[in-house]
Nanobody, 121 residues
Framework: QVQLVESGGGLVQPGGSLKLSCAAS????????MGWYRQAPGKQRDVVAA???????NYADSVKGRFTISRDNAKNTVYLQMNSLKPEDTDVYYC???????????????WGQGTQVTVSS
């Protein structure tokens, strides 16, 4: 069984910063891509940033230059440093990882429980 546990959300003023963390645990053989998504009530879940096992990153246009995704493969953890936050960044943020649980098995998507980020004065 695999579990993703997120932390670091909260309330911050516009222009402020937050850092989200997501640690994967359980029966993990390998982790491929990891990423962060966000979703507002009644809307679809959209990708914010993603990072491959080799460290290649990709960002949504709306967060380029403000958000930085990173990972610590030894700790099976992915981070999202969010700077210059705007009210429109307010959402529930979800961690995602593509994980193989044993040799030769394809990777499957796993999701964290979500953490609320609110940007407001």
């Amino acid at each position: 069984q695999v579990q993703l546990v997120e932390s670091g959300g909260g309330l911050v003023q516009p222009g402020g910063s937050l850092k989200l963390s997501c640690a994967a645990s359980g029966s993990i053989f390998s982790i491929n891509a990891m990423g962060w998504y966000r979703q507002a009530p009644g809307k679809q879940r959209d990708v914010v940033a993603a990072i491959t096992s080799g460290g290649r990153t990709n960002y949504a246009d709306s967060v380029k230059g403000r958000f930085t995704i990173s990972r610590d493969n030894a700790k099976n953890t992915v981070y999202l440093q969010m700077n210059s936050l705007k009210p429109e960044d307010t959402d529930v943020y979800y961690c995602n990882a593509v994980i193989s649980t044993r040799w030769g098995m394809r990777g499957y998507d796993y999701w964290g429980q979500g953490t609320q980020v609110t940007v407001s004065s």
